[in-house]
């Protein structure tokens, strides 16, 4: 089994909602080139801040790892 770990931070202020949209967009576009990697979404935890929340995601794909860890 492989494994392979996102972490994400989301920005809580108003004024870092651009950063806080592209950020939102990577994770989604992450998300997606690993489930069509074979990887599946395991866990998804939050983590609150004072000034960000930070979203760690673990995948797991069953059988061999590919070359670049995907």
Same mark, same amino acid.
């Given at each position: 089994m492989s494994f392979a770990t996102? =972490? =994400?931070t989301l920005?809580? @202020?108003d004024e870092e909602r651009g950063r806080l949209l592209r950020n939102v967009s990577e994770r989604d576009q992450l998300l997606y080139? /690993? $489930?069509r @990697? $074979? /990887?599946g979404l395991a866990a998804s935890v939050t983590v609150p801040g004072?000034?960000?929340v930070t979203v760690i995601d673990t995948l797991t794909r069953e059988g061999e790892?590919? $070359?670049?860890g995907r």
């Open positions: 996102l =972490t =994400t920005p809580t @202020s080139d /690993y $489930g @990697s $074979g /990887y004072s000034e960000a790892s590919g $070359g670049d």
